[in-house]
Nanobody, 121 residues
Framework: QVQLVESGGGSVQSGGSLRLSCAAS????????MGWFRQAPGKKREGVAS???????SYADSVKGRFTISRDNAKNTLYLQMNSLEPEDTAMYYC???????????????WGQGTQVTVSS
């Protein structure tokens, strides 16, 4: 069964940075499109960034220029570099995988358990 395990979350002050990782196993990782999503308390889950099998990336407008998604197919790992963090970025962050390029739609087949990011002002 496919496993996605996120790490790297934590608490930072506004303007700080974090790097999230998502280790994938039990799938042909290079053949999967990957995405990062987040959900804040009381809010709907939203797409943050995605990368397809060719390395093409997509970002939510709210994170463009601040967040960078990348993948290392040799390590079966997905990353999200988050800079200039704002309190509005506080949420549980999830990685997701699907063989279809779903961009930022939350229809991905496989999901991790999430890692918490908290940004204080």
């Amino acid at each position: 069964q496919v496993q996605l395990v996120e790490s790297g979350g934590g608490s930072v002050q506004s303007g700080g940075s974090l790097r999230l990782s998502c280790a994938a196993s039990r799938l042909s990782y290079s053949r999967y499109c990957m995405g990062w999503f987040r959900q804040a308390p009381g809010k709907k889950r939203e797409g943050v960034a995605s990368v397809d099998t060719f390395g093409h990336t997509s970002y939510a407008d709210s994170v463009k220029g601040r967040f960078t998604i990348s993948r290392d197919n040799a390590k079966n790992t997905l990353y999200l570099q988050m800079n200039s963090l704002e309190p509005e970025d506080t949420a549980m962050y999830y990685c997701a995988a699907d063989q279809t390029n779903l961009l930022l739609l939350d229809w991905y087949k496989y999901w991790g358990q999430g890692t918490q990011v908290t940004v204080s002002s």
